[in-house]
């Protein structure tokens, strides 16, 4: 089991910056890839950044490519996403999300671990 725990959610203006932290227990060193989703209401949870075990590779969804930077410390066993240029349209509940198997498509939502979400709010 993986238990997630996420901090950093909070209220910015747009144009400024938070940074998210999801802190992994329990079987962290086993996992492959570790993901931040978000869901704004009455819209479907997508897509933002994963990164795999060793960080080397990362992913972004269009809409915060150059924006946004996943990064890992896996001596902490944490993932960080650093985010910049907040838009109210970035407005909705994070989710950190992780998983063991090394064959997961890091874009979709097929990840068995899920953090309790964190808000953030990008006030216009």
């Known amino acids: 089991q993986v238990r997630l725990v996420e901090s950093g959610g909070g209220l910015v203006q747009a144009g400024g910056s938070l940074r998210l932290s999801c802190a992994a227990s329990?079987?962290?060193?086993?996992?492959?890839?570790m993901g931040w989703f978000r869901q704004a209401p009455g819209k479907e949870r997508e897509f933002v950044a994963a990164?795999?075990?060793?960080?080397?590779?990362?992913y972004y969804a269009d809409s915060v490519k150059g924006r946004f930077t996943i990064s890992r410390d896996s001596s902490k066993n944490t993932v960080y996403l650093q985010m910049n240029s907040l838009k109210p349209e970035d407005t909705a509940v994070y989710y950190c999300?992780?998983?063991?198997?090394?064959?997961?498509?890091?874009?979709?939502?097929?990840?068995?671990?899920w953090g309790q979400g964190t808000q953030v709010t990008v006030s216009s």
């Open positions: 990164i795999t075990r060793s960080g080397g590779n990362t």
């Open positions: 329990g079987r962290a060193a086993s996992i492959y890839a």
């Open positions: 999300a992780a998983d063991l198997d090394p064959l997961l498509i890091v874009r979709t939502r097929g990840y068995h671990y």
